[in-house]
């Protein structure tokens, strides 16, 4: 292999590293504040809300990611709803990982003590205004961690992508080994790329763990 395939190499993974970036970015969105929604809706004690955000729920999550792509790309189309391969990759993944953010959202904030929310109440503190100050504070470092694992698993899925001609890394590979071969070299590099999209993202969660058990840990000692 020459200089010139390498580099040619190089500028295809490029670009579907940043098609990656994208969807990541844009799909993380979607499911951050769909996850926050259903998790509203989850604890609301209107029943029929907190069973269709448990169905949504149990929906999303019992069901293949892949085939939920495949839905909204093949299906959708023969019900006269025709999506780009981006808005399909960034609504399907979005879906998808906010059925998961939800659960943690919902952990979290059921973490917080009932007897503050208890005393909002007593104190007939709106309840927009209590979860803004009081509640959602207390909640976002339990919920911060399994997030941050989240968006790593959600950068990851990504290469499902490829399955719906989306050029992101793992389809740029693919088509790369489709025209020049090397097939052990182009999975290596496409393989470390993913290593390092996904290390610094690892690294911030797990430094932040590491900060919140220890101010925990001084907080408990006093």
Not at 7 to 20: C, H, N, S
Not at 154 to 166: A, D, E, R, W
Request: proline letters at 5%.
């Amino acid at each position: 292999m020459d200089t010139e395939q390498l580099e040619f190499i190089a500028r295809q993974l490029l670009k579907g590293i940043g098609v990656t970036l994208q969807i990541t970015l844009l799909a993380a969105l979607l499911a951050l504040a769909l996850a926050f929604i259903v998790a509203l809706l989850r604890l609301s004690p209107f029943r029929p809300l907190s069973v269709g955000a448990r169905v949504y729920i149990e929906f999303f999550r019992g069901t293949s990611a892949l085939v939920q792509l495949f839905y909204l790309f093949f299906i959708l189309p023969l019900l006269g709803i025709t999506l780009s391969p981006m808005t399909t990759a960034v609504i399907g993944l979005g879906l998808n990982f906010s059925s998961f953010g939800a659960e943690i959202v919902r952990s979290a904030l059921v973490n917080v003590g009932q007897g503050q929310r208890d005393a909002l109440r007593a104190l007939d503190f709106p309840a927009a205004a209590g979860l803004r100050r009081i509640i959602l504070p207390q909640a976002l470092p339990f919920m911060l961690p399994p997030l941050g694992s989240l968006l790593v698993e959600l950068l990851k899925s990504t290469s499902l992508v490829s399955m719906i001609t989306l050029s992101d890394l793992t389809f740029s590979g693919s088509t790369l080994i489709t025209s020049l071969g090397h097939q052990t070299l182009i999975w290596s590099f496409v393989l470390v790329c993913y290593f390092f999209l996904s290390w610094p993202l690892v690294w911030l969660v797990r430094r932040y763990e590491r900060r919140h058990t220890r101010h925990r840990g001084s907080r408990g000692a006093r």
